[in-house]
């Protein structure tokens, strides 16, 4: 029997990676069951239940429109029903979301399933943070991979040339996920080092706010550039100091430099750094206008990184990070973004 394959989320990565699990699972069924069941947080859409536009029209209508789901993917509103009986959970979901999901999942699943989670995030703690796949193994009591890259949605459903790194400490369930995600145009490479993955996956979209900052404020190519490297240097100084052990090979994977590229020129967190200096809009606001459901995952995560850094009195060393949430509190002028940038520690 092939393994079952379930989809925890169904937003905007969520349907894309359904379409290329879909299809690999069908082309690869010594190794995996053919039915992908996805849990669909329920809402309606223009009057219809968006399970059921998903289950008879193969599209989700409101996260990824105009992209063919496969139909071996099936829409489930409710997750003991979806998650019943797994072998591999896929978790694509904003991470505010995953306590109350696990919460429900915990106690009515395979002791031997495993999971991987692609959510760009981190849980924080009293003492510095968690990482979402380890609030998903204490939580669920299995073995929880990552997969993180420069993987914006809209062109991965569009079939275009990418790259993505699987971090898995267990070597088989490594290969299992590579076999489950790659195709030819995403290409998985396996690292050892998982928190580093996820550590990048949830960085950068601290710094692609930063991008956007300085795209609303009408600077160029430069500029951004030494937004993206000492944004690097923020995220490696952070996982030295949070994550120890962390590799900085990790940092020149598709989760480090090529998803900090990605973003800061083509992502959700990029835009809304230039909505917040175009608009006196809250950020809350700007997700509404915006993004019609889809969530910004940066502003969350970089206000719970000034939360950690501040606590333990080291703001400082990160003026990038500190600016950037301060910005979208609206406590700091987004023209101050600039003198952060040129009194940055790096050039100290
Ligand atoms: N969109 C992209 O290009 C990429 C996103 N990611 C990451 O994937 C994760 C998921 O993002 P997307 O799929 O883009 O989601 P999204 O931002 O498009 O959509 C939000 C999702 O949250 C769901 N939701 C809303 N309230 C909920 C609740 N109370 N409980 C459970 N679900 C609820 C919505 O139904 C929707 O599916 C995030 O961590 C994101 O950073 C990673 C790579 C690419
Ligand atoms: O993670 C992403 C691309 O790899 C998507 O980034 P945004 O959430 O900023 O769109």
């Not at 989320?9 to 699990?21: F, H, M, T």
């Not at 949830?202 to 600077?219: E, W």
């Not at 809350?284 to 910004?296: A, I, M, N, Y």
């Not at 990038?320 to 910005?327: G, L």
Request: with cysteine.
């Amino acid at each position: 029997m092939g393994k079952a394959v379930c989809i925890i989320g169904s937003g905007n990565w969520g349907s894309a990676i359904a379409k290329i699990v879909g299809h690999n699972v069908r082309d690869r069924r010594e190794l995996f069951d053919p039915l992908v069941r996805m849990y669909v947080y329920e809402e309606m859409v223009d009057g219809e239940k968006l399970t059921e536009v998903i289950n008879t029209r193969h599209e989700n209508v409101k996260y990824l429109p105009g992209v063919q789901l496969p139909d071996n993917v099936v829409a489930v509103p409710n997750l003991l029903e979806a998650s019943k009986d797994g072998d591999i959970y896929i978790f694509v979901l904003p991470h505010q979301f995953v306590a109350d999901i696990c919460a429900t999942m915990k106690g009515n699943i395979k002791k031997d399933s495993i999971a991987v989670s692609l959510i760009k995030g981190v849980s924080i703690t009293e003492g510095g943070i968690k990482l979402i796949s380890d609030v998903i193994t204490e939580e669920l009591g299995i073995h929880c991979s990552a997969m993180m890259g420069a993987n914006l949605a809209g062109e991965v459903a569009k079939e275009q040339f990418c790259e993505s790194t699987i971090g898995s400490t267990n070597e088989e369930n490594g290969q299992m996920l590579k076999r489950l995600f790659e195709t030819p145009y995403f290409h998985c490479m396996i690292v050892n080092d998982t928190p580093t993955v996820e550590i990048c996956g949830a960085l950068k979209n601290v710094v692609g706010i930063g991008a956007g900052i300085v795209d609303g404020m009408n600077y160029g190519d430069n500029t951004k550039a030494a937004v993206i490297r000492l944004g690097l240097m923020e995220m490696i100084k952070f996982a030295e100091l949070f994550s120890p052990g962390s590799k900085v090979s990790t940092f020149f994977e598709s989760c480090g430099i090529a998803d900090l590229v990605a973003t800061c020129h083509g992502g959700r967190n990029r835009m809304l750094g230039e909505s917040v200096v175009k608009s006196s809009k809250t950020v809350k606001e700007l997700e509404k206008e915006l993004l019609h459901g889809q969530s910004f995952q940066g502003p969350l995560v970089a206000r719970e990184i000034y939360h950690i850094l501040e606590t333990k009195h080291m703001l400082e060393q990160f003026p990038m990070f500190m600016a950037i949430h301060k910005i979208c509190e609206r406590e700091m002028d987004p023209s101050q973004f600039v003198s952060c940038l040129r009194n940055h520690p790096e050039h100290m």
